[in-house]
């Protein structure tokens, strides 16, 4: 027997996550370690069957490796245990105040704490701190003098009081990238020294007076480099940022390569016209009466479709108040008369004007016809395609249209009026004149009887296909 719940009720069950967990484990662990963790830990408490590393490391964005680098760093916190990597199978363990202490050779490190001690002659470094080192080297293949590197390399660019969750995300990067040797890390820092100034024009000309950090060394790279931005582009694209920094630069220049728009003229040209489809969503929803927190989905929806179809701003505007005054009051609403305009070939505001003013001066005469018949209601647009049928596929003239609608009243409205006119129709009676000779008596409905229906479904039955 296998009992599990539903993927949807899955979805509303709750963990228990121990506050000791917040206070005492994740302040300084990786913050990719922490997803890991956390989402590990919900499907532990789920039934799902999606709990294989592709499908976790697709959901975090990271590789499968990261996905048990970081089930390793967790193993040697106590917090789980690692049964086996391939596949990976890992089972969760309570949380203890007592975090374990791996044993790591005093005599294999004494020269790295030395000239650990030597670089930091002022500050006490605490035997967390010494592991921390340890497991990262270890775990990451780094060598003692690649380390030491690093963390000289940081001391420079942050200062002597700098904290060593820091130094591991730098050692960790640099790993991940492939530099785990002396060699290849000091060569690896060495690059990044040589686009400092680089660097701190970017910084300069969006405001900031920090120094520059390995972070922003890596962006930097990760622009002119794997992007192909020139550096006059990142400089003159740095000065549009008011606020966000370095990390809202990146956004915006890895949107811009998304669109396509490499030089500074073009991501000019892109945010103009973003600014300018901003301005044209909010004035349109404002006019419609709804509400967006995000505007990105109204313009990327409807927006950008219906410029496509060759809608001006003023006149998607002059739409959108229309659809107020006609109690269309959604976007959806909008995009379907705005579909229904392009289809008519009516793109422009003087057409739809035009179209308007004509359906206004035909809603006008229906009116009349309304009236004449003894009908107080609004127009319809069943009546509107009465009229339309009536002129211009019969071509009763108005005043035709009119004397019937009196011969009308009392008589059953609209649907009667429809009837009188066909007759006229077929009598092949156009003018006043002739429809007044002719005379006309509504005929009953024949009903069907049950009989009668029998004896034509028989008959259908009988046809072949190539006689109906």
Same mark, same amino acid.
């Given at each position: 027997?296998?009992?599990?719940?539903?993927?949807?009720?899955?979805?509303?069950?709750?963990?228990?996550?121990?506050?000791?967990?917040?206070?005492?484990?994740?302040?300084?662990?990786?913050?990719?370690?922490?997803?890991?963790? &956390?989402?590990?830990?919900?499907?532990?408490?789920?039934?799902?069957?999606?709990?294989?590393?592709?499908?976790?490391?697709?959901?975090?964005?990271?590789?499968?490796?990261?996905?048990?680098?970081?089930?390793?760093?967790?193993?040697?916190?106590?917090?789980?245990?690692?049964?086996?990597?391939?596949?990976?199978?890992?089972?969760?363990?309570?949380?203890?105040?007592?975090?374990?202490?791996?044993?790591?050779?005093?005599?294999?490190?004494?020269?790295?704490?030395?000239?650990?001690?030597?670089?930091?002659?002022?500050?006490?470094?605490?035997?967390?701190?010494?592991?921390?080192?340890?497991?990262?080297?270890?775990?990451?293949?780094?060598?003692?003098?690649?380390?030491?590197?690093?963390?000289?390399?940081?001391?420079?660019?942050?200062?002597?009081?700098?904290?060593?969750?820091?130094?591991?995300?730098?050692?960790?990067?640099?790993?991940?990238?492939?530099?785990?040797?002396?060699? !290849?890390?000091?060569?690896?820092?060495?690059?990044?020294?040589?686009?400092?100034?680089?660097?701190?024009?970017?910084?300069?000309?969006?405001?900031?007076?920090?120094?520059?950090?390995?972070?922003?060394?890596?962006?930097?790279?990760?622009?002119?480099?794997? &992007?192909?931005?020139?550096?006059?582009?990142?400089?003159?694209?740095?000065?549009?940022?008011?606020? !966000?920094?370095?990390?809202?630069?990146?956004?915006?220049?890895?949107?811009?390569?998304?669109?396509?728009?490499?030089?500074?003229?073009?991501?000019?040209?892109?945010?103009?016209?973003?600014?300018?489809?901003?301005?044209?969503?909010?004035?349109?929803?404002?006019?419609?009466?709804?509400?967006?927190?995000?505007?990105?989905?109204?313009?990327?929806?409807?927006?950008?479709?219906?410029? !496509?179809?060759?809608?001006?701003?003023?006149?998607?505007?002059?739409?959108?108040?229309?659809?107020?005054?006609?109690?269309?009051?959604?976007?959806? !609403?909008?995009?379907?008369?705005?579909?229904?305009?392009?289809?008519?070939?009516?793109?422009?505001?003087?057409t739809i004007n035009e179209y308007l003013s004509a359906l206004e001066s035909l809603d006008e005469k229906i009116?009349?016809?309304?009236?004449?018949?003894?009908?107080?209601?609004?127009?319809?647009?069943?009546?509107?395609?009465?009229?339309?049928?009536?002129?211009?596929?019969?071509?009763?003239?108005?005043?035709?249209?009119?004397?019937?609608?009196?011969?009308?009243?009392?008589?059953?409205?609209?649907?009667?009026?429809?009837?009188? &006119?066909?007759?006229?129709?077929?009598?092949?009676?156009?003018?006043?004149?002739?429809?007044?000779?002719?005379?006309?008596?509504?005929?009953?409905?024949?009903?069907?009887?049950?009989?009668?229906?029998?004896?034509?479904?028989?008959?259908?039955?009988?046809?072949?296909?190539?006689?109906?």
């Open positions: 027997m296998t009992i599990k719940l539903s993927s949807e009720q899955a979805l509303f069950q709750k963990i228990l996550l121990d506050n000791l967990f917040i206070i005492e484990y994740m302040p300084y662990a990786p913050e990719g370690y922490v997803k890991v963790y &956390l989402y590990g830990l919900s499907l532990a408490c789920s039934s799902t069957s999606e709990n294989s590393a592709s499908i976790m490391a697709r959901r975090l964005n990271m590789d499968e490796n990261e996905i048990c680098e970081a089930y390793c760093y967790w193993q040697e916190q106590g917090l789980v245990n690692v049964v086996s990597t391939d596949p990976v199978s890992v089972e969760y363990l309570p949380v203890r105040r007592e975090k374990p202490i791996k044993k790591f050779s005093k005599e294999k490190y004494k020269s790295f704490n030395d000239q650990l001690h030597a670089m930091l002659p002022e500050r006490m470094i605490l035997p967390n701190e010494y592991n921390e080192y340890y497991s990262i080297m270890e775990n990451l293949h780094i060598d003692v003098d690649a380390m030491l590197a690093i963390i000289a390399y940081c001391v420079r660019y942050k200062g002597k009081d700098i904290g060593y969750p820091y130094v591991l995300a730098v050692a960790r990067n640099l790993a991940h990238e492939g530099y785990t040797s002396y060699e !290849g890390v000091t060569a690896r820092l060495d690059a990044f020294d040589l686009n400092s100034g680089e660097i701190a024009t970017v910084m300069k000309a969006m405001g900031s007076r920090r120094t520059p950090d390995i972070n922003d060394r890596r962006l930097y790279e990760k622009w002119t480099k794997n &992007l192909g931005f020139l550096p006059e582009t990142v400089v003159k694209t740095a000065k549009l940022i008011k606020k !966000g920094g370095m990390e809202k630069l990146d956004a915006l220049l890895t949107r811009m390569y998304e669109k396509h728009a490499m030089s500074y003229g073009e991501i000019e040209s892109y945010i103009a016209e973003r600014d300018s489809l901003f301005a044209l969503a909010k004035e349109i929803t404002r006019r419609l009466g709804v509400y967006y927190e995000n505007l990105d989905y109204f313009i990327e929806t409807y927006i950008i479709k219906w410029k !496509g179809f060759g809608f001006d701003e003023l006149t998607l505007q002059e739409i959108s108040a229309y659809c107020f005054k006609r109690s269309i009051r959604t976007a959806e !609403g909008m995009d379907s008369l705005v579909e229904k305009y392009f289809k008519m070939g009516l793109t422009s505001l003087a009116k009349d016809v309304l009236e004449k018949s003894g009908t107080k209601r609004n127009v319809t647009d069943w009546d509107r395609n009465y009229f339309r049928t009536w002129t211009q596929s019969w071509s009763m003239p108005f005043e035709v249209i009119l004397y019937a609608a009196e011969k009308a009243m009392g008589k059953g409205g609209m649907a009667y009026l429809n009837s009188l &006119l066909s007759h006229y129709n077929s009598k092949n009676a156009h003018t006043l004149d002739e429809v007044k000779k002719i005379s006309y008596e509504q005929k009953t409905t024949t009903v069907v009887t049950r009989k009668s229906a029998d004896e034509i479904n028989a008959l259908l039955f009988s046809l072949k296909d190539d006689e109906l």
